[in-house]
């Protein structure tokens, strides 16, 4: 239905007094809208723009109305003017009594009809009332509902007001969901005004608009309407195929657009397109244009930075995503004369500014690549080959399947964006990557690591290992005594054999329940194998699948939770006893402490001290094991989680090992010093040894062991554990 400029439309034009809805003189006539809001309908006398109101005679209800009277075209014998008022009311009343207006002189007071309307009753009412004056009064109470933006109850009666009164004003065909947010309208209407403007966006939830409007010549439109394209900037994400339609102010009222039943509706890629098809014919204010025209520069997935005609040339080596927020951008950006002004990884939805916080490195291969380009014949007159980068960014958790690019904005306004496919990977795996591509002696290496790979590896997501199979090869529920936990890595199958028949040959061990950790990957290549030796050792195991670990101490925790004992054994399998009775020493020192966890001296093969207690300065470390097995039970700072006895539900409180550490050492203490900081005693048994070789950081033997340690030390640093690890006073000596 086209606008009717003159006087409500037809299915709202009614002689008065024929439906009998008009109040007489003395009664009004309630409309609840919302739970705060009543439109109070009647006719009478001429009334104020605004009046103390007073509802159902009672002090708590006064509030302050406002007000719209008209002269009534016929009037009444009992009444010259009709009136809409709106006041604030407490959400408790449901009922309406009496309603008294002040004003000079006397005040007026009304009945309430017995019924409330709803809105859409109310809008015919008014249309008997008002005669050809209802655009008016409808338009007035339109700017009052709209004065109150955040109140969805007020909005939808704003829209069914106008609605009915005017109809539908015209189309709109096409909506279009636009990267920063915004959304792109094309259709037709009558009574359109071009410009920025509150618009007030029609559908499940009305909400208040900003709507910037451009107004361009089309044939096959009715005659006396317009082609218009436009903007709308809501707060908060909005999908297009939720609108039903759009009230604006046109030049002679509000007026309704509604959304064509065969509505087109774009993607963020293809919006771009379609502003610029009707970019050049459109016509508005300078403010608005502009706007269309930075919607028309957006993302549409092509890569554009190197058609533009400026020295300015860019390009991606790798980018990392390490979660569903976090990822790490490396590559090179080329822009002698400083043309961008800001380079932002992307997202729909989500944004981060990356130049603000880059690590900047030599690129002498860019250098030489462009040595010769004649696009840029001063790049490199200074000598600077600083055109390398490396950022870590983290982005709003939006719509995983949303394109991911980086879009640099240069001084003169333009945009350019390069596309990205980022590479899925941990955080640990990312860095390491990273750190590779890097000549170790490079001077940018220690501002890269303290500014993009600690921060990182500290705010990535873990994570957590998971259980996926178990299957028992041996009688482990039959069997007594707190479960062995023992973690079997890729490192240590060769060893599992050897490390069961040691258990098998001590009669404390051969009795204990046994849970072997593998990773998922291995697992069923591991169960035959590992069933041949329970049967052949007689021993009581159980067989765990762990998915998502990334070391020993993953397995450890998958381990743990498998089990459903109140105290486990925890035994990295690259650990082998030194002398049979460990076991039981250590649960017996366990149990005879409260909530505690006990750990034995950790050797190398060599039998010099690899671990005897977390101290300051590792007072004891080199030292033969012999210098250390005559010391008694000694509290210890945290304790050594390759292998010690803990109440199981301790670790699953704590929420198991850490994420983020490129090795395993840190991630082990980190776990220790916060059981010690949850009230759980760490204790360090001289008496009981274990040896093997210092295989819990997978880089320990690399040429980055180095880094990687002084890497973990950071990020236990930045998450307050290094503090803690320093508190222990190593001049209390061992306890007696």
Same mark, same amino acid.
């Given at each position: 239905?086209?606008?009717?400029?003159?006087?409500?439309?037809?299915?709202?034009?009614?002689?008065?007094?024929?439906?009998?809805?008009?109040?007489?003189?003395?009664?009004?006539?309630?409309?609840?809208?919302?739970?705060?809001?009543?439109?109070? *309908?009647?006719?009478?006398?001429?009334?104020?723009?605004?009046?103390?109101?007073?509802?159902?005679? !009672?002090?708590?209800?006064?509030?302050?109305?406002?007000?719209?009277?008209?002269?009534?075209?016929?009037?009444?014998?009992?009444?010259?003017?009709?009136?809409?008022?709106?006041?604030?009311?407490?959400?408790?009343?449901?009922?309406?009594?009496?309603?008294?207006?002040?004003?000079?002189?006397?005040?007026?007071?009304?009945?309430?009809?017995?019924?409330?309307?709803? =809105?859409?009753?109310?809008?015919?009412?008014?249309?008997?009332?008002?005669?050809?004056?209802?655009?008016?009064?409808?338009?007035?109470?339109?700017?009052?509902?709209?004065?109150?933006?955040?109140?969805? @109850?007020?909005?939808?009666?704003?829209?069914?007001?106008?609605?009915?009164?005017?109809?539908?004003?015209?189309?709109?065909?096409?909506?279009?969901?636009?990267?920063?947010?915004?959304?792109?309208?094309?259709?037709?209407?009558?009574?359109?005004?071009?410009?920025?403007?509150?618009?007030?966006?029609?559908?499940?939830?009305?909400?208040?608009?900003?709507?910037?409007?451009?107004?361009?010549?089309?044939? @096959?439109?009715?005659?006396?309407?317009?082609?218009?394209?436009?903007?709308?900037?809501?707060?908060?994400?909005?999908?297009?195929?939720?609108?039903?339609?759009?009230?604006?102010?046109?030049?002679?009222?509000?007026?309704? =657009?509604?959304?064509?039943?065969?509505?087109?509706?774009?993607?963020?890629?293809?919006?771009?397109?379609?502003?610029?098809?009707?970019?050049?014919?459109?016509?508005?204010?300078?403010?608005?244009?502009?706007?269309?025209?930075?919607?028309?520069?957006?993302?549409?997935?092509?890569?554009?930075?190197?058609?533009?005609?400026?020295?300015?040339?860019?390009?991606?080596?790798?980018?990392?995503?390490?979660?569903?927020?976090?990822?790490?951008?490396?590559?090179?950006?080329? @822009?002698?004369?400083?043309?961008?002004?800001?380079?932002?990884?992307?997202?729909?939805?989500?944004?981060?500014?990356?130049?603000?916080?880059?690590?900047?490195?030599?690129?002498?291969?860019?250098?030489?690549?462009?040595?010769?380009?004649?696009?840029?014949?001063?790049?490199?007159?200074?000598?600077?080959?600083?055109?390398?980068?490396?950022?870590?960014?983290?982005?709003?958790?939006?719509?995983?399947?949303?394109?991911?690019?980086?879009?640099?904005?240069?001084? !003169?306004?333009?945009?350019?964006?390069?596309?990205?496919?980022?590479?899925?990977?941990?955080?640990?795996?990312?860095?390491?990557?990273?750190?590779?591509?890097?000549?170790?002696?490079?001077?940018?290496?220690?501002?890269?690591?303290?500014?993009?790979?600690?921060?990182?590896?500290?705010?990535?997501?873990?994570?957590?290992?998971?259980?996926?199979?178990?299957?028992?090869?041996?009688?482990?529920?039959?069997?007594?005594?707190?479960?062995?936990?023992?973690?079997?890595?890729?490192?240590?199958?060769?060893?599992?054999?050897?490390?069961?028949?040691?258990?098998?040959? @001590?009669?404390?061990?051969?009795?204990?329940?046994?849970?072997?950790?593998?990773?998922?990957?291995?697992?069923?290549?591991?169960?035959?194998?590992?069933?041949?030796?329970?049967?052949?050792?007689?021993?009581?195991?159980?067989?765990?699948?762990?998915?998502?670990?990334?070391?020993?101490?993953?397995?450890?925790?998958?381990?743990?939770?498998?089990?459903?004992?109140?105290?486990?054994?925890?035994?990295?399998?690259?650990?082998?006893?030194?002398?049979?009775?460990?076991?039981?020493?250590?649960?017996?020192?366990?149990?005879?402490?409260?909530?505690?966890?006990?750990?034995?001296?950790?050797?190398?093969? !060599?039998?010099?001290?690899?671990?005897?207690?977390?101290?300051?300065?590792?007072?004891?470390?080199?030292?033969?094991?012999?210098?250390?097995?005559?010391?008694?039970?000694?509290?210890?700072?945290?304790?050594?989680?390759?292998?010690?006895?803990?109440?199981?539900?301790?670790?699953?409180?704590?929420?198991?090992?850490?994420?983020?550490?490129?090795?395993?050492?840190?991630?082990?203490?980190?776990?220790?010093?916060?059981?010690?900081?949850?009230?759980?005693?760490?204790?360090?048994?001289?008496?009981?040894?274990?040896?093997?070789?210092?295989?819990?950081?997978?880089?320990?033997?690399?040429?980055?062991?180095?880094?990687?340690?002084? *890497?973990?030390?950071?990020?236990?640093?930045?998450?307050?554990?290094?503090?803690?690890?320093?508190?222990?006073?190593?001049?209390?000596?061992?306890?007696?």
């Amino acid at each position: 239905m086209l606008a009717v400029e003159n006087g409500p439309p037809p299915s709202l034009i009614a002689a008065p007094r024929r439906t009998g809805r008009i109040p007489r003189a003395g009664r009004v006539t309630g409309c609840p809208i919302g739970s705060s809001t009543l439109l109070v *309908i009647g006719t009478g006398g001429p009334l104020p723009n605004a009046a103390r109101t007073t509802l159902n005679d !009672d002090p708590a209800e006064i509030s302050s109305a406002t007000i719209i009277s008209w002269r009534l075209g016929t009037p009444l014998p009992t009444a010259t003017h009709g009136f809409a008022a709106l006041l604030p009311t407490n959400s408790a009343v449901s009922a309406f009594a009496t309603a008294q207006f002040e004003q000079e002189g006397a005040p007026k007071r009304y009945v309430f009809t017995p019924r409330t309307v709803s =809105v859409n009753e109310a809008a015919v009412l008014l249309a008997e009332l008002c005669g050809n004056q209802l655009a008016a009064t409808i338009d007035g109470l339109a700017d009052l509902l709209i004065a109150a933006p955040s109140d969805p @109850d007020r909005l939808s009666a704003m829209v069914a007001l106008v609605k009915a009164a005017h109809g539908s004003n015209g189309f709109i065909e096409l909506l279009g969901e636009g990267q920063d947010g915004e959304i792109f309208l094309q259709g037709w209407a009558h009574d359109v005004m071009p410009g920025m403007a509150q618009a007030v966006v029609d559908g499940d939830r009305p909400s208040v608009a900003d709507s910037a409007i451009a107004v361009y010549a089309r044939q @096959d439109v009715p005659q006396g309407a317009s082609a218009f394209a436009g903007l709308l900037d809501l707060d908060g994400p909005f999908s297009p195929g939720s609108i039903d339609g759009l009230v604006w102010r046109g030049r002679r009222g509000w007026r309704h =657009v509604a959304v064509h039943e065969r509505k087109l509706i774009a993607g963020p890629l293809e919006t771009p397109g379609h502003v610029r098809s009707v970019l050049l014919r459109a016509n508005s204010t300078p403010q608005t244009l502009l706007r269309l025209r930075t919607a028309a520069n957006s993302f549409d997935g092509t890569e554009t930075v190197s058609s533009l005609p400026l020295p300015v040339r860019m390009g991606v080596d790798n980018v990392f995503q390490v979660d569903s927020t976090g990822f790490l951008v490396s590559g090179w950006l080329l @822009d002698p004369d400083s043309h961008v002004q800001s380079v932002k990884l992307r997202r729909h939805n989500g944004e981060e500014r990356l130049d603000g916080g880059w690590s900047r490195l030599d690129r002498t291969d860019v250098t030489d690549a462009f040595a010769d380009h004649p696009a840029f014949p001063r790049a490199f007159g200074h000598g600077s080959h600083r055109h390398g980068f490396v950022a870590h960014a983290r982005l709003p958790d939006g719509d995983p399947s949303s394109a991911l690019y980086l879009e640099l904005t240069l001084r !003169d306004t333009r945009r350019a964006f390069m596309p990205l496919s980022p590479l899925r990977a941990t955080a640990r795996l990312a860095a390491v990557r990273q750190m590779h591509a890097i000549d170790p002696s490079d001077w940018a290496l220690p501002e890269l690591i303290d500014r993009q790979i600690v921060p990182l590896l500290c705010t990535s997501e873990r994570v957590s290992p998971t259980v996926d199979t178990v299957v028992d090869p041996g009688p482990f529920e039959a069997a007594d005594g707190p479960p062995i936990v023992i973690s079997v890595g890729e490192n240590d199958e060769d060893g599992i054999a050897p490390l069961l028949a040691l258990l098998a040959i @001590d009669p404390e061990t051969k009795r204990a329940p046994i849970a072997l950790v593998v990773p998922s990957e291995r697992f069923h290549r591991q169960v035959a194998r590992i069933g041949k030796l329970a049967a052949f050792y007689g021993l009581s195991l159980r067989l765990v699948s762990a998915g998502e670990a990334g070391d020993a101490y993953d397995l450890l925790e998958a381990g743990a939770r498998a089990l459903s004992s109140d105290t486990v054994v925890l035994l990295s399998a690259s650990l082998v006893p030194h002398k049979a009775g460990w076991y039981r020493k250590l649960v017996a020192t366990q149990a005879s402490l409260e909530n505690s966890i006990v750990s034995p001296t950790l050797a190398y093969e !060599d039998y010099s001290v690899r671990w005897a207690g977390t101290w300051p300065a590792r007072r004891y470390e080199g030292y033969p094991i012999s210098a250390v097995t005559g010391l008694k039970l000694t509290s210890v700072t945290a304790a050594s989680l390759e292998c010690c006895v803990l109440p199981r539900e301790a670790l699953v409180e704590a929420g198991g090992f850490a994420g983020g550490y490129l090795g395993s050492r840190e991630k082990g203490l980190d776990l220790g010093l916060r059981l010690s900081r949850d009230g759980v005693a760490s204790y360090w048994l001289p008496s009981v040894q274990m040896l093997g070789s210092d295989q819990t950081s997978s880089t320990a033997t690399s040429a980055m062991g180095a880094l990687v340690e002084s *890497i973990d030390r950071k990020i236990l640093d930045a998450r307050g554990m290094a503090e803690l690890a320093g508190k222990g006073n190593p001049s209390e000596g061992p306890r007696t």
